[in-house]
């Protein structure tokens, strides 16, 4: 199977670049081919979405480059920290500059749902927070969900697994290798 794994923070030590680092092992293992695409990482970053005075994007060579990598997944993982109950700024520019109108999806005359273009493709999300999960759970993660939901539906996207890290960074490696271990048994899937 093909994957892409899009990570989102800006701290290529941090735990996320670790969970992405060890579903990209895993899944490789089993014979996966995988692609990782950091935002923080100069090759990946764009600009804020720009349009023009007749409301279309602004030209973008990178974004040619990712719908091509979007449209040879089959799986999308998405690998970011939690902030303010939601992905980091950049993931969400990432959906507004490449999971486009024309590419992702077309609208419908006389429908609520439009022609979605990126059916038969699944995707996975690991969230990481420094709250505990209790918190994270009572305080939003439903509305959280929905959104993501939201926008894989309406492209086409099915979502297989969200996987919530709370309380980080582990204090410890045996720590860490035990959340670890949980996202190598979900790359085995």
Same mark, same amino acid.
């Given at each position: 199977m093909k994957k892409?794994?899009?990570?989102?923070?800006? &701290?290529?030590?941090?735990?996320?670049?670790?969970?992405?680092k *060890?579903?990209?092992?895993?899944?490789?293992?089993?014979?996966?081919?995988?692609?990782?695409?950091d935002l #923080?990482?100069?090759?990946?970053?764009?600009?804020?979405?720009?349009?023009?005075?007749n409301n279309k994007q602004l030209p973008d060579a990178k974004r040619e480059v990712i719908?091509?990598?979007?449209? *040879?997944?089959?799986?999308?993982?998405?690998?970011?920290?939690?902030?303010?109950?939601?992905?980091?700024?950049?993931?969400?520019n990432w959906f507004?500059? &490449?999971?486009?109108?024309? /590419?992702? #999806? *077309?609208?419908?005359?006389h429908s609520l749902l439009p022609h979605r273009y990126l059916k038969g493709k699944s995707a996975r999300i690991f969230f990481t927070s420094g709250s505990s999960k209790f918190i994270i759970y009572t305080a939003g993660i439903g509305i959280l969900i929905a959104r993501w939901?939201?926008?894989? /539906? #309406?492209?086409?996207i099915r979502l297989k697994s969200y996987t919530v890290f709370g309380s980080l960074p582990p204090k410890t490696e045996p720590q860490r290798e035990k959340?670890?271990?949980?996202?190598?048994?979900?790359?085995?899937?």
């Open positions: 892409l794994i899009i990570t989102a923070h800006p &701290n290529p030590k941090g735990f996320t670049h670790r969970i992405a *060890r579903f990209v092992e895993v899944a490789q293992a089993k014979g996966d081919e995988c692609f990782v695409m #923080y990482d100069e090759r990946w970053k764009q600009d804020f979405l720009m349009l023009d005075e719908q091509e990598k979007i449209t *040879r997944a089959e799986e999308l993982v998405f690998v970011f920290p939690l902030w303010w109950f939601d992905a980091p700024a950049i993931m969400k507004d500059m &490449n999971v486009t109108t024309g /590419f992702a #999806y *077309r609208f419908k005359k939901v939201a926008r894989f /539906f #309406y492209v086409g959340l670890l271990a949980k996202v190598a048994r979900i790359a085995r899937r």
